[in-house]
């Protein structure tokens, strides 16, 4: 049984920062790209970064140098490190690998 459980969402401030943990169990994250995804209300999902299986990160150029991607396969652990946030980054954080999704976790930017 594959799952994926997000953690680390919070109220901060913003300029505040975050680190989003994703433990996998039931996945090889060896082989296998990690996403995260995040969905503000209203709106559609959309991809925040992605590693591949051998490390390669992604993060869309409107988030560079603010969102950095990393993982470590020996705790199957994907992490997704937020600097300088923005009221515009609250959503809920989901995890994704093949076609599953963990439950998410919420982040919320406001003073």
């Known amino acids: 049984q594959v799952q994926l459980v997000e953690s680390g969402g919070a109220l901060v401030d913003p300029g505040g920062s975050l680190r989003l943990s994703c433990v996998s169990s039931g996945i090889n994250i060896n082989i296998n790209p990690m996403d995260w995804y995040r969905q503000a209300p209203g709106k559609e999902r959309e991809l925040v970064a992605r590693?591949?299986?051998?490390?390669?990160?992604y993060v869309p150029d409107s988030l560079k140098g603010r969102f950095t991607v990393s993982k470590d396969n020996a705790k199957a652990t994907v992490y997704l490190q937020m600097n300088s946030l923005k009221p515009e980054d609250t959503g809920v954080y989901f995890c994704?690998?093949?076609?599953?999704w963990g439950q998410g976790t919420q982040v919320t930017v406001s003073s």
């Open positions: 994704h690998c093949v076609s599953f």
């Open positions: 590693i591949t299986s051998t490390g390669l990160a």
